[in-house]
């Protein structure tokens, strides 16, 4: 063992020169050689790993533009062709042989003598622009409210008293019963559908609360005299993004669900949304010629829910710090 050992003598080199002094740094000490973490961009690389992903990214990117944007570029008039003679619930052949051959009849037309497809993009439009607006606001009124919820146990009495009160009627009924007393419009609609959608979302995210509040960082934040509010927002939301992507994935197609079925009862909104064009459509079921009227909306309504719900529930996977591993 000994042979291998080297005389530093033998190197003929000052003790200066073999040995150099190191400051000791504080700051040297603090550094991190690891690399940095973005958690944002490893929830951006674990959700594209799976390509179906990109897949269904894309399909909701088509429904997006088509609603939003094609509208805008379309012209669409309800009542433009309703003195045409002959131009009304026409087949998608007869449709273009007597409007010309182009995108705006390949669905044919509807009992105006409208195009079908223009008047499917623009219901489309109402009904996702419903559903977002209804989702912010559930859910931010829902997610702040529980995370004080569930943190605070004298508003946790108040609340849940509210909660078996109020969420013990039927949730169908009270929005029903809200828009026929309001004007049956976009507004009201949003009304019922967010005077207590929100309660649900927050006795929700109040369990989940209670589950993390009582850890040792949030009791020393408590000791220190951090307010509820604070500690709530800042020390255990931001470890619940998962749980509250994966509620939004459920809650956004759900309202255009709701508003699709208070159509089909009679409780229509003054607007012409996707669920208005399949309850006046209903009668086209199974007439010859006429089916695509009811269909088309129908699939595209089931579309809408089925990828919003997919892009919602994997991103909620995604944001999840244990699938970073």
């Known amino acids: ?41 490893s929830v951006l690389r674990v959700f594209f790993r799976k390509k179906i992903n990109t897949v269904i990214l894309l399909i909701l ?16 008039d309800a009542t433009a062709n309703v003195i045409v003679e002959g131009g009304k619930n ?4 007869d449709a273009m042989d007597k409007y010309g051959h182009n995108i705006h009849w390949i669905l044919g037309s509807g009992p105006a003598g409208e195009s079908v497809f223009d008047k499917l993009w623009s219901g489309s439009r109402i009904s996702l622009a419903l559903a977002f607006v209804c989702a912010i606001i559930n859910m931010t009124i829902g997610v702040v409210i529980g995370a004080v919820w569930g943190f605070s146990k004298k508003f946790d009495i108040i609340m849940t008293e509210v909660y078996n009160i109020v969420g013990n009627v039927p949730y169908i009924l009270l929005i029903s019963v809200i828009v026929m007393i309001l004007t049956a419009s976009f507004w009201s609609m949003v009304f019922a559908l967010t005077l207590t959608g929100w309660l649900g979302i927050a006795y929700f995210i109040r369990t989940q609360v209670i589950i993390i509040r009582d850890r040792e960082y949030n009791l020393a934040s408590r000791c220190l005299g951090t307010s509820t509010m604070r500690i709530a927002i800042k020390n ?5 993004v998962s749980v509250i992507v994966t509620l939004a994935a459920t809650e956004i197609p759900s309202y255009i669900s709701y508003e699709a079925f208070l159509s089909y009862i009679g409780l229509q909104m003054s607007d012409m949304s996707l669920g ?17 009227q009811f269909w088309a909306p129908v699939a595209v309504a089931s579309v809408i829910t089925v990828v919003l719900y997919v892009v919602g529930q994997n991103l909620g996977d995604a944001s999840d710090p244990r699938t970073h591993m």
Do not use: C
Request: hydrophobic share 45%; charged share 20%.
């Open 1 to 41: 063992m000994n042979e291998n050992l080297i005389d530093l003598t033998d190197l003929g080199l000052s003790e200066e020169e073999l040995f150099t002094h190191v400051e000791n740094s504080a700051a040297d000490a603090e550094k991190i050689t690891a690399p940095r973490y973005s958690y944002w961009r």
């Open 276 to 292: 208005k064009i399949i309850e006046r459509a209903s009668a086209s079921m199974f007439t010859p010629g006429r089916e695509l």
């Open 61 to 76: 990117a088509f429904l997006v533009v088509f609603s939003f944007v094609y509208p805008i570029f379309s012209g669409y």
């Open 90 to 93: 026409l087949n998608p052949s």
């Open 236 to 240: 255990i939301l931001p470890f619940m």
